[in-house]
């Protein structure tokens, strides 16, 4: 029995109204549980003072150097006693889960076990950055639940300048426009950077994430420093039957209002079946015994839209593959950035292919690790040495589908122009 | 002290051994999915296999008891296994769609909602609060808590032009992510800086580095080595504080909420976008927030009428002008609302492309 819980007036308000409330479950645990109790009077402090109480500190596990957020409470009386003494402590533990995020109820029971016995039985599913956040351990409980965890098959995520905790979509698990194994690539490629990420000794962190097609369910493409998105470069596959399903159900208006106009590059038309075009790139998918909708898929370029309004009828193609983009990040320092294609596409399908993947990302943390300044994301230092050193420096090609258009400033040196136009040749005769 | 137990550097699990069968069995080879109603996906594979999924929300912040209702739902009724999505919720998945009704009543009865799928409000992505941010101006959990009660009916239905992603973040970091609507703690007066403490508490080589606008320089103060910002500079982004707790930023009355509209990172039909300032100025009204709850549920309303089917919230607000969308929803336009950061004037309107 804990001891008597503290008088919770606005904490009180959010166990009302229908969805789930943390409030409850928090009041559960502090039944039996000294720190919940305290952690739930600090918490009610925050919000009659709006004000936050938690400051960082140093505790870790031996052999790592990150992966715990201490917290230690600065709620102090005039002697600098703890108000809220049981909770003074409150470190959380990120640990890493597999791709995907899919559990069996005895894992998440063993979890949850643990973190009953040396912690507060508070754990988020999941932080931002895709850990299982077992939230409030003291400090010395926070190696004996590591390596109950540990033995359970679980390893500590990142925290600090080091690789991150990647995250995956559900991908080939259960959707049909997964381009690619995205929980083989995550694994593949975060397994390779463990002592980065548990030894944090790189300018700033370093995330991946791994989407299996440009709808972008990890939203990869802002959130990491390397952003792996799955592609295809061949025609959009197509099914008469479930195409013509799909019409009997929505009808002319949707097709032409919600699906070509949508087209953002006009890629798509309606057509009399006997006359879409049979040359090369052109695909198409029947709507009803005379009509078809016709693909140029050339001009397509793989938004998705289509594919997501009228799925099974369309489906990503045969030819698939991941295009990868880098120095996407948050607000600091130069404000939100999105990751820029680096490379347009690679397969990644043979072991060969996601070492190629391993490759790559082993070359940019290099090229990172020695050029970054101090707390500078990949993203801002694209942004202060330019693309193509970048590129230089991690040792890939340039390619047209970098940018969105040429520079249209003329302050540029160009007297390497012929060597350059002499590569741009060499290039395009490498790729025929 | 503890005998040293060396780490087993296990990294990333194999998530083979916690799929459930079929997903398993029908790896990558999944052919199409509808929606029987709102919170059920149905996925067929090639071969004609079928599994449901079941999605409920969560509040994200668990006690190992509501885990443990969460995985008796699991084992009586959809065979052992649960995912939990990006934004907290958790999906059943079964392969006997009679299973699915039972499941969907045995989570009501707990009171988890069913829904987030399609064309919903899905449950609000968000960041640690008062938790156990050391830097947070308001609190996470409680905030979503108050919204998403709000928004439930938006959860559980699917009449939303498009899908609709919320974040909240509690403070201008934003580890919320971008959304449709960001909720994101705005600071609008400078770090006041106890000068006894920064000596002791902050390289200050590295607080004057981090600082984005180069408004903070050290100085003596009072004979001991402190900071000093040039006020007029300073755009209260808060990033020296992390490095440097004594140049406290957050401020109980001066910490306002703002709202942001139009982010999202899907590449369906728009490039992906970030979310754009829409209001601020919002109080830190805990416990539940009732003017963001306002301003969030009126934009949402707006866009729910005026928004064509497949338009995202970037979309609409791309084919109607942020003019129209000041109009539409009645938020004041201010100078605020002008970017004057690096790179700004390509935000500046350079044409006659004006809708009367």
Same mark, same amino acid.
């Given at each position: 029995?804990?001891?008597?819980?503290?008088?919770?007036?606005?904490?009180?308000?959010?166990?009302?109204?229908?969805?789930?409330?943390?409030?409850?479950?928090?009041?559960?645990?502090?039944?039996?549980?000294?720190?919940?109790?305290?952690?739930?009077?600090?918490?009610?402090?925050?919000?009659?003072?709006?004000?936050?109480?938690?400051?960082?500190?140093?505790?870790?596990?031996?052999?790592?150097?990150?992966?715990?957020?201490?917290?230690?409470?600065?709620?102090?009386?005039?002697?600098?006693?703890?108000?809220?003494?049981?909770?003074?402590?409150?470190?959380?533990?990120?640990?890493?889960?597999?791709?995907?995020?899919?559990?069996?109820?005895?894992?998440?029971?063993?979890?949850?076990?643990?973190?009953?016995?040396?912690?507060?039985?508070?754990?988020?599913?999941?932080?931002?950055?895709?850990?299982?956040?077992?939230?409030?351990?003291?400090?010395?409980?926070?190696?004996?639940?590591?390596?109950?965890?540990?033995?359970?098959?679980?390893?500590?995520?990142?925290?600090?300048?080091?690789?991150?905790?990647?995250?995956?979509?559900?991908?080939?698990?259960?959707?049909?426009?997964?381009?690619?194994?995205?929980?083989?690539?995550?694994?593949?490629?975060?397994?390779?950077?463990?002592?980065?990420?548990?030894?944090?000794?790189?300018?700033?962190?370093?995330?991946?994430?791994?989407?299996?097609?440009?709808?972008?369910?990890?939203?990869?493409?802002?959130?990491?420093?390397?952003?792996?998105?799955?592609?295809?470069?061949?025609?959009?596959?197509?099914?008469?039957?479930?195409?013509?399903?799909?019409?009997?159900?929505?009808?002319?208006?949707?097709?032409?209002?919600?699906?070509?106009?949508?087209?953002?590059?006009?890629?798509?038309?309606?057509?009399?079946?006997?006359?879409?075009?049979?040359?090369?790139?052109?695909?198409?998918?029947?709507?009803?015994?005379?009509?078809?909708?016709?693909?140029?898929?050339?001009?397509?370029?793989?938004?998705?839209?289509?594919?997501?309004?009228?799925?099974?009828?369309?489906?990503?193609?045969?030819?698939?593959?991941?295009?990868?983009?880098?120095?996407?990040?948050?607000?600091?320092?130069?404000?939100?950035?999105?990751?820029?294609?680096?490379?347009?596409?690679?397969?990644?399908?043979?072991?060969?292919?996601?070492?190629?993947?391993?490759?790559?990302?082993?070359?940019?943390?290099?090229?990172?690790?020695?050029?970054?300044?101090?707390?500078?994301?990949?993203?801002?230092?694209?942004?202060?040495?330019?693309?193509?050193?970048?590129?230089?420096?991690?040792?890939?090609?340039?390619?047209?589908?970098?940018?969105?258009?040429?520079?249209?400033?003329?302050?540029?040196?160009?007297?390497?122009?012929?060597?350059?136009?002499?590569?741009?040749?060499?290039?395009?005769?490498?790729?025929? | 002290?503890?005998?040293?137990?060396?780490?087993?550097?296990?990294?990333?699990?194999?998530?083979?051994?916690?799929?459930?069968?079929?997903?398993?069995?029908?790896?990558?080879?999944?052919?199409?999915?509808?929606?029987?109603?709102?919170?059920?996906?149905?996925?067929?594979?090639?071969?004609?296999?079928?599994?449901?999924?079941?999605?409920?929300?969560?509040?994200?912040?668990?006690?190992?008891?509501?885990?443990?209702?969460?995985?008796?739902?699991?084992?009586?009724?959809?065979?052992?296994?649960?995912?939990?999505?990006?934004?907290?919720?958790?999906?059943?998945?079964?392969?006997?769609?009679?299973?699915?009704?039972?499941?969907?009543?045995?989570?009501?009865?707990?009171?988890?909602?069913?829904?987030?799928?399609?064309?919903?409000?899905?449950? @609000?992505? *968000?960041?640690?609060?008062?938790?156990? /941010?050391?830097? #947070?101006?308001?609190? +996470?959990?409680?905030? =979503?808590? $108050?919204?998403?009660?709000?928004?439930?009916?938006?959860?559980?239905?699917?009449?939303?032009?498009?899908?609709?992603?919320?974040?909240?973040?509690?403070?201008?970091?934003?580890?919320?992510?971008?959304?449709?609507?960001?909720?994101?703690?705005?600071?609008?007066?400078?770090?006041? @800086?106890? *000068?006894?403490?920064?000596?002791?508490? /902050?390289?200050? #080589?590295?607080?004057? +580095?981090?600082?984005? =606008?180069? $408004?903070?320089?050290?100085?003596?103060?009072?004979?001991?080595?402190?900071?000093?910002?040039?006020?007029?500079?300073?755009?209260?982004?808060?990033?020296?504080?992390?490095?440097?707790?004594?140049?406290?930023?957050?401020?109980?009355?001066?910490?306002?909420?703002?709202?942001?509209?139009?982010?999202?990172?899907?590449?369906?039909?728009?490039?992906?976008?970030?979310?754009?300032?829409?209001?601020?100025?919002?109080?830190?009204?805990?416990?539940?927030?009732?003017?963001?709850?306002?301003?969030?549920?009126?934009?949402?309303?707006?866009?729910?009428?005026?928004?064509?089917?497949?338009?995202?919230?970037?979309?609409?607000?791309?084919?109607?002008?942020?003019?129209?969308?000041?109009?539409?929803?009645?938020?004041?336009?201010?100078?605020?609302?002008?970017?004057?950061?690096?790179?700004?004037?390509?935000?500046?309107?350079?044409?006659?492309?004006?809708?009367?």
């Amino acid at each position: 029995m804990a001891k008597k819980q503290h008088d919770t007036p606005m904490l009180d308000e959010l166990e009302s109204g229908p969805w789930p409330s943390f409030v409850t479950g928090l009041k559960r645990l502090a039944n039996d549980n000294d720190m919940m109790v305290d952690l739930m009077g600090q918490l009610e402090t925050s919000y009659a003072t709006k004000k936050g109480y938690w400051k960082g500190g140093t505790v870790g596990v031996f052999g790592y150097g990150g992966g715990v957020i201490p917290r230690f409470s600065e709620l102090k009386d005039e002697n600098e006693k703890h108000v809220y003494p049981d909770a003074a402590e409150f470190h959380t533990l990120r640990i890493q889960p597999a791709a995907g995020m899919h559990y069996t109820t005895d894992l998440l029971r063993k979890m949850a076990d643990v973190w009953e016995r040396h912690g507060s039985g508070l754990i988020a599913f999941h932080g931002q950055s895709g850990d299982i956040m077992f939230q409030g351990a003291t400090t010395a409980n926070v190696q004996p639940a590591f390596d109950e965890l540990n033995e359970m098959g679980f390893d500590m995520g990142g925290a600090g300048p080091a690789v991150r905790t990647s995250m995956s979509c559900v991908g080939a698990a259960r959707c049909e426009q997964s381009c690619f194994d995205e929980a083989k690539a995550l694994r593949t490629v975060v397994n390779n950077f463990l002592d980065d990420m548990h030894r944090p000794a790189l300018p700033y962190k370093f995330k991946f994430k791994f989407s299996g097609c440009p709808n972008d369910c990890v939203n990869s493409i802002q959130r990491s420093d390397m952003a792996t998105i799955g592609t295809w470069r061949d025609s959009i596959q197509t099914d008469d039957v479930l195409g013509k399903k799909w019409f009997a159900k929505h009808g002319m208006d949707e097709l032409v209002n919600d699906v070509i106009s949508r087209c953002p590059t006009k890629a798509l038309s309606l057509k009399n079946t006997k006359d879409v075009s049979t040359v090369e790139g052109i695909s198409s998918v029947a709507i009803n015994d005379t009509q078809s909708m016709q693909i140029e898929n050339h001009s397509c370029v793989r938004c998705m839209h289509c594919i997501n309004v009228m799925t099974g009828a369309l489906a990503p193609g045969k030819d698939k593959g991941v295009t990868v983009l880098m120095g996407g990040k948050s607000v600091l320092k130069i404000g939100t950035s999105l990751g820029t294609v680096i490379v347009p596409f690679m397969k990644l399908e043979s072991d060969e292919d996601f070492d190629a993947l391993n490759q790559l990302a082993q070359d940019t943390i290099d090229f990172f690790a020695e050029n970054a300044l101090e707390h500078e994301r990949t993203g801002e230092m694209i942004d202060r040495i330019g693309l193509v050193n970048f590129l230089e420096g991690i040792g890939r090609d340039i390619d047209a589908t970098m940018v969105l258009q040429p520079r249209a400033n003329p302050y540029v040196r160009t007297d390497g122009w012929d060597e350059e136009v002499e590569k741009a040749n060499q290039r395009k005769a490498n790729a025929a | 002290m503890t005998e040293m137990r060396e780490p087993i550097e296990s990294g990333v699990p194999d998530h083979v051994q916690y799929l459930h069968p079929m997903m398993k069995k029908n790896y990558g080879s999944w052919k199409y999915h509808d929606r029987p109603r709102p919170g059920v996906l149905h996925h067929v594979a090639h071969n004609g296999d079928e599994i449901w999924t079941v999605r409920a929300g969560t509040q994200r912040q668990m006690d190992v008891y509501t885990i443990r209702t969460l995985c008796d739902i699991a084992d009586n009724f959809a065979d052992g296994y649960v995912r939990f999505t990006t934004r907290s919720n958790i999906e059943y998945m079964v392969t006997d769609e009679s299973k699915v009704a039972p499941l969907i009543a045995e989570l009501g009865k707990h009171g988890f909602p069913i829904g987030g799928t399609g064309n919903s409000v899905s449950m @609000i992505s *968000h960041t640690q609060g008062f938790l156990h /941010c050391d830097i #947070p101006g308001t609190d +996470a959990s409680g905030v =979503v808590k $108050a919204l998403m009660d709000e928004l439930y009916d938006e959860f559980i239905h699917e009449e939303m032009p498009n899908r609709v992603k919320l974040s909240t973040s509690c403070c201008e970091i934003n580890c919320g992510g971008q959304a449709d609507i960001a909720i994101i703690m705005q600071h609008t007066k400078p770090p006041k @800086i106890n *000068h006894d403490l920064v000596a002791n508490a /902050c390289e200050r #080589p590295t607080v004057v +580095a981090r600082c984005p =606008v180069a $408004a903070i320089r050290p100085a003596l103060v009072n004979g001991k080595p402190s900071l000093e910002i040039d006020e007029s500079k300073c755009m209260c982004c808060g990033a020296c504080f992390p490095p440097c707790p004594p140049m406290q930023i957050n401020d109980p009355e001066f910490s306002k909420i703002a709202i942001w509209v139009g982010g999202k990172n899907s590449n369906a039909r728009l490039r992906p976008t970030f979310h754009k300032l829409v209001a601020s100025g919002l109080p830190n009204n805990a416990p539940r927030w009732p003017e963001v709850g306002a301003v969030v549920k009126n934009i949402l309303r707006v866009y729910k009428t005026d928004a064509k089917p497949w338009e995202r919230m970037s979309d609409w607000v791309d084919r109607i002008g942020w003019p129209q969308f000041f109009e539409k929803t009645g938020l004041p336009f201010t100078k605020y609302h002008i970017d004057d950061w690096r790179g700004a004037r390509a935000t500046l309107n350079a044409s006659t492309h004006i809708r009367f």
